[in-house]
């Protein structure tokens, strides 16, 4: 008698967690995830994922300089070589309504609050705040209701949501990506065990408790669940699901760790509130609960923030102990633009890590890079000008099939950033007319 077929929604429960499966041989074709009848909509799942950075970069050492498939990847992109042919850098590209347009100073706040929203913010410091609706949002709007969480909000900052942090801008601009409506910002959060708990735990404060004072992992609590699978799964399932379980188990090892740990020395200036205390593992702790949200199917909609708008975060970790901020206005100093080179630097290393994780796990016939559609860059370009025209703006992943990567694209300038974004809400079946400041679809993507 064979097995019946595992339900795609398939949800191990135990006291203090609920942990969603990957696709599984055992659910039947891959294409029965989407569960989607518009007729746009991919066989598969289709992801996003934006990952912001602030401050711009160092545009000298980011942009290739041959178009096509035979660039070279620059100096600031070679740690991305593993993912070439899933990677496409666009140039050209402009957040209009990040530009003063009549407002004065506050381009950081500006850069961030309409990177995915292309609206002007309204430039004030308290509760009237307006932006727009970001991309994200547009898209968990629409494919929202297919997963257990609509859509995931992740940084390595905290999102204040009050007070004037540039030049007149609420803070809300310069530390949220992410906007419900024109009036709602959507914090995003910060701690990695927090995020852990959103993806996979259960129950009220009292169980989680009383699975951290034992120490137990969550899967402890699945256990006898798990063992009840066992009947309906192939060996490769049985693998990609102890896989799946050791990713889990290793991040919350890691979280644990992290919290065990005791802060590094303080440097005379400020340091952003983190956890944990080092900034390479709390990038890589989230990207690696993002590709488990991704895999597991617990949300297709993500927005990654490396930090806040403006930051500035010194990164000892590489021997820069300067402020990011105080970097970006680097006045054309040479010294000054080789540290911010060596900023962007790591921060593309942390990007090809995410990369690599996501092409690492299998899906079907292809991976869930594949599958996705990850964008990272910035809202301004050159930080020392403060420009928002030719943005550094980086597209990877296959969206199912219907991007061509290993490109460079150059595009006129000033072709509006939102361009991208309607492109992108197309292939998740949620096209619109307009987003922002859009001009139409963006082309030569396919």
Same mark, same amino acid.
């Given at each position: 008698?064979?097995?019946?077929?595992?339900?795609?929604?398939?949800?191990?429960?135990?006291?203090?967690?609920?942990?969603?499966?990957?696709?599984?041989?055992?659910?039947?074709?891959?294409?029965?995830?989407? +569960?989607?009848?518009?007729? /746009?909509?991919?066989?598969?799942?289709?992801?996003?994922?934006?990952?912001?950075?602030?401050?711009?970069?160092?545009?000298?050492?980011?942009?290739?300089?041959?178009?096509? =498939? %035979?660039?070279?990847?620059?100096?600031?992109?070679?740690?991305?070589?593993?993912?070439?042919?899933?990677?496409?850098?666009?140039?050209?590209?402009?957040?209009?309504?990040?530009?003063?347009?009549?407002?004065?100073?506050?381009?950081?706040?500006?850069?961030?609050?309409?990177?995915?929203?292309?609206?002007?913010?309204?430039?004030?410091?308290?509760?009237?705040?307006?932006?727009?609706?970001?991309?994200?949002?547009?898209?968990?709007?629409?494919?929202?209701?297919?997963?257990?969480?609509?859509?995931?909000?992740?940084?390595?900052?905290?999102?204040?949501?009050?007070?004037?942090?540039?030049?007149?801008?609420?803070?809300?601009?310069?530390?949220?990506?992410?906007w419900r409506s024109a009036t709602q910002p959507i914090p995003k959060l910060n701690n990695p065990r927090?995020?852990?708990?959103?993806?996979?735990?259960?129950?009220? %404060?009292?169980?989680?408790?009383?699975?951290?004072?034992?120490? /137990?992992?969550?899967?402890?609590?699945?256990?006898?669940?798990?063992?009840?699978?066992?009947?309906?799964?192939?060996?490769? +399932?049985?693998?990609?699901?102890?896989?799946?379980?050791? =990713? &889990?188990? +290793? &991040?919350?090892?890691?979280?644990?760790?992290?919290?065990?740990?005791?802060?590094?020395?303080?440097?005379?200036?400020?340091?952003?509130?983190?956890?944990?205390?080092?900034?390479?593992?709390?990038?890589?702790?989230?990207?690696?609960?993002?590709?488990?949200?991704? /895999?597991? %199917?617990?949300?297709?909609?993500?927005?990654?923030?490396?930090?806040?708008?403006?930051?500035?975060?010194?990164?000892s970790i590489i021997g820069v102990s300067e402020g990011h901020h105080d970097l970006s206005h680097h006045?054309? %100093?040479?010294?000054?633009?080789?540290? &911010?080179?060596?900023?962007?630097?790591?921060?593309?290393?942390?990007? =090809?890590?995410?990369?690599?994780?996501?092409?690492?796990?299998?899906?079907?016939?292809?991976?869930?890079?594949?599958?996705?559609?990850?964008?990272?860059?910035?809202?301004?370009?050159?930080?020392?000008?403060?420009?928002? +025209?030719?943005?550094?703006?980086?597209?990877?992943?296959?969206?199912?099939?219907?991007?061509?990567?290993?490109?460079?694209?150059?595009?006129?300038?000033?072709?509006?950033?939102?361009?991208?974004?309607?492109?992108?809400?197309?292939?998740?079946?949620?096209?619109?007319?307009?987003?922002?400041?859009?001009?139409?679809?963006?082309?030569?993507?396919?």
């Amino acid at each position: 008698m064979t097995a019946p077929k595992l339900s795609r929604r398939t949800i191990l429960k135990g006291l203090g967690a609920s942990i969603a499966l990957p696709w599984l041989e055992s659910m039947g074709p891959l294409a029965a995830w989407a +569960d989607d009848p518009a007729p /746009q909509a991919n066989p598969v799942p289709n992801r996003m994922a934006f990952v912001y950075v602030p401050n711009g970069v160092n545009m000298t050492d980011w942009r290739p300089s041959a178009e096509g =498939a %035979d660039f070279t990847l620059s100096h600031t992109l070679e740690s991305l070589s593993e993912v070439r042919d899933s990677l496409s850098v666009l140039t050209g590209l402009t957040a209009d309504k990040a530009r003063p347009n009549g407002d004065g100073p506050g381009d950081h706040a500006r850069a961030m609050a309409a990177f995915l929203t292309g609206c002007q913010p309204r430039k004030t410091d308290g509760v009237d705040i307006r932006a727009g609706i970001s991309v994200d949002q547009a898209a968990a709007s629409r494919i929202g209701h297919l997963t257990r969480l609509a859509s995931l909000e992740i940084g390595c900052d905290p999102s204040a949501m009050a007070g004037n942090c540039d030049s007149g801008y609420s803070c809300a601009y310069s530390g949220t990506l992410s906007w419900r409506s024109a009036t709602q910002p959507i914090p995003k959060l910060n701690n990695p065990r927090l995020v852990f708990e959103r993806l996979f735990g259960s129950g009220g %404060d009292a169980d989680r408790a009383r699975r951290d004072r034992n120490r /137990q992992s969550v899967l402890d609590f699945i256990a006898e669940e798990t063992r009840g699978l066992e009947p309906n799964l192939s060996g490769t +399932d049985r693998q990609r699901l102890d896989e799946y379980f050791s =990713a &889990i188990r +290793d &991040i919350e090892q890691r979280i644990q760790r992290a919290a065990q740990l005791p802060e590094p020395p303080r440097p005379d200036m400020a340091q952003p509130a983190g956890i944990p205390s080092n900034y390479r593992e709390h990038i890589r702790i989230l990207a690696d609960l993002l590709v488990l949200a991704f /895999q597991a %199917d617990i949300t297709r909609v993500s927005t990654f923030v490396f930090a806040n708008e403006g930051s500035n975060r010194p990164y000892s970790i590489i021997g820069v102990s300067e402020g990011h901020h105080d970097l970006s206005h680097h006045g054309n %100093d040479a010294t000054k633009l080789a540290k &911010i080179a060596r900023i962007n630097r790591f921060h593309m290393e942390q990007l =090809a890590y995410f990369l690599g994780r996501l092409r690492a796990v299998r899906e079907g016939d292809g991976t869930l890079l594949d599958h996705s559609m990850v964008v990272y860059g910035s809202g301004n370009s050159d930080g020392n000008r403060h420009n928002h +025209d030719d943005l550094p703006i980086l597209l990877a992943g296959k969206a199912c099939g219907t991007f061509r990567s290993g490109r460079h694209i150059r595009y006129a300038q000033n072709t509006p950033l939102n361009n991208l974004w309607l492109s992108m809400l197309d292939r998740i079946g949620s096209s619109v007319d307009a987003l922002g400041d859009s001009t139409g679809r963006l082309a030569n993507l396919a």
